[in-house]
């Protein structure tokens, strides 16, 4: 019996920890290993444009906002104003300001930064890709990078972020003109070469859309903007001066039925924004005590009406986008795309309406791929994850959402067992945990995890 199934394994003071990822998961794991006094640690991120900031922060327009208010996105959970206080320091607003993507970026490098220069040489980040992972046979493991670099450490955090969104259904882009698909919605040229008479879709009508209808908009573009995905909806806005929820303490009882009926009467009761807003204390204990067949169902089901409520416009955007509605500019579609072909240097798109039979058919001079994030390990093109599958070390959860995990977050290997050896954090970890795709939740999981493995359980007076 191998004993690191049961028995998770405690990093000591002169231990070595690589994270591989230094995005916002990453590089706050890493501060918070050198706030417990940890182990040693090297951040390995690829793109130094997205050190500490990640996709989310990095590629943001200044137009994008955050969809949380200041007073909720400390990065630090033993210190909820700690952003308010940087942000008040720079002259940027205040803890219920709804501040720029970029701004937040900024915050999260100096945070990094500061981390590194005061650690002692304890914490150095390196830039290069890593795309293998072994065991060493007596214990630790072996990272390979991408140019022949070997870095051995006592255990491996996987800190990957979200994985790119796959090619929608029913596209080939290969088949397009060059120039009309776009898989990457927050490209800096999204909008370059096109006129007031096209018409731009938008392959997703949730918050990635959103980003890709303001970006062309705070590009110039002055054609249409047609949004469509299968059900049609999109994010709904936060309320200025809404008062803030606490939360239910004991979660909801009875299945997936009883929780639908709860949610309904709540909203009757105090608005659909309290009855989803006062779940979130409880929300990974509902994931967890619900059986595969039901979250399968919540997928199925009402994944997308949670999504739209529960990731809510900051009121600045939420008005830009009625704005864009309103003159025409913009519209939501529920359909399936069908299929999309050359139609000169643009495309003709073909999809069916929700609920119909009859096609609509429209030409596209640009089709952007803002489906979102995906975590299926299985389609991934990533080396380093086509890697650990192949060798057994990491293996899909059962949803295909990420990679499956214990609750210490460990890596579930190929044949069941955790390796303390690897941890992953952040989105990837959804599967398990549900809720920690935001910055609430992912500072949550890496200061836990920062402490199992600085064998600093005792702060905040646990274990007392």
Request: hydrophobic share 40%; glycine share 10%; aromatic share 4%.
């Amino acid at each position: 019996m191998d004993d690191r199934a049961t028995m998770p394994r405690i990093a000591g003071p002169e231990d070595h920890v690589v994270v591989v990822g230094g995005g916002f998961s990453g590089a706050l794991f890493a501060v918070n290993l050198m706030r417990h006094e940890g182990p040693r640690v090297t951040l390995i991120e690829r793109r130094d444009r997205q050190l500490a900031r990640g996709v989310a922060y990095s590629a943001a327009h200044p137009d994008h906002l955050l969809n949380v208010r200041a007073g909720n996105m400390s990065a630090l959970p033993d210190d909820p104003d700690h952003f308010v206080r940087w942000l008040e320091a720079h002259g940027k607003g205040d803890r219920k300001t709804f501040v720029p993507r970029t701004t937040y970026g900024a915050y999260l490098r100096e945070l990094l930064d500061a981390a590194i220069a005061e650690s002692d040489g304890r914490l150095v980040h390196v830039e290069g890709e890593v795309c293998a992972i072994d065991p060493i046979e007596a214990d630790g493991v072996t990272l390979t990078m991408a140019d022949g670099r070997k870095i051995a450490a006592d255990t491996a955090v996987l800190a990957l972020g979200n994985l790119p969104p796959h090619t929608p259904p029913g596209l080939k882009p290969d088949l397009l003109p060059a120039g009309v698909y776009y898989a990457d919605p927050w490209a800096a040229n999204l909008s370059e070469g096109l006129g007031a008479d096209d018409t731009v879709v938008l392959v997703g009508t949730g918050l990635t859309a959103i980003d890709a209808a303001l970006l062309l908009d705070a590009q110039g573009f002055a054609g249409n903007i047609l949004a469509m995905s299968r059900r049609g909806l999109s994010p709904r806005r936060h309320v200025d001066g809404a008062p803030a929820h606490r939360g239910v303490s004991d979660k909801p009882q009875g299945g997936l039925t009883d929780l639908v009926r709860h949610v309904r009467a709540r909203a009757a009761e105090a608005g659909w924004r309290c009855a989803v807003d006062e779940l979130r204390p409880v929300t990974q204990m509902l994931w967890a005590a619900a059986s595969q067949e039901v979250r399968g169902r919540f997928l199925r089901h009402l994944r997308p009406y949670w999504d739209v409520h529960r990731h809510r416009l900051a009121p600045a955007v939420a008005d830009r986008v009625d704005a864009l509605v309103a003159t025409g500019r913009l519209s939501f579609a529920a359909g399936k795309i069908v299929s999309a072909e050359a139609d000169g240097t643009q495309a003709k798109l073909t999809w069916r309406p929700r609920g119909e039979t009859d096609l609509v058919v429209t030409r596209a001079a640009r089709i952007v791929n803002c489906t979102g994030p995906q975590g299926d390990l299985l389609r991934s093109e990533e080396s380093l994850v086509k890697h650990l599958l192949a060798a057994g070390a990491i293996r899909p959860d059962p949803l295909r959402l990420g990679v499956d995990v214990d609750a210490q977050s460990r890596a579930i290997r190929a044949d069941g067992t955790p390796d303390d050896r690897i941890h992953c954090i952040g989105p990837m970890t959804r599967g398990g945990l549900w809720e920690v795709v935001a910055v609430p939740d992912i500072r949550v999981q890496s200061w836990d995890l920062a402490r199992r493995l600085s064998n600093a359980q005792w702060v905040g007076g646990e274990g007392l």
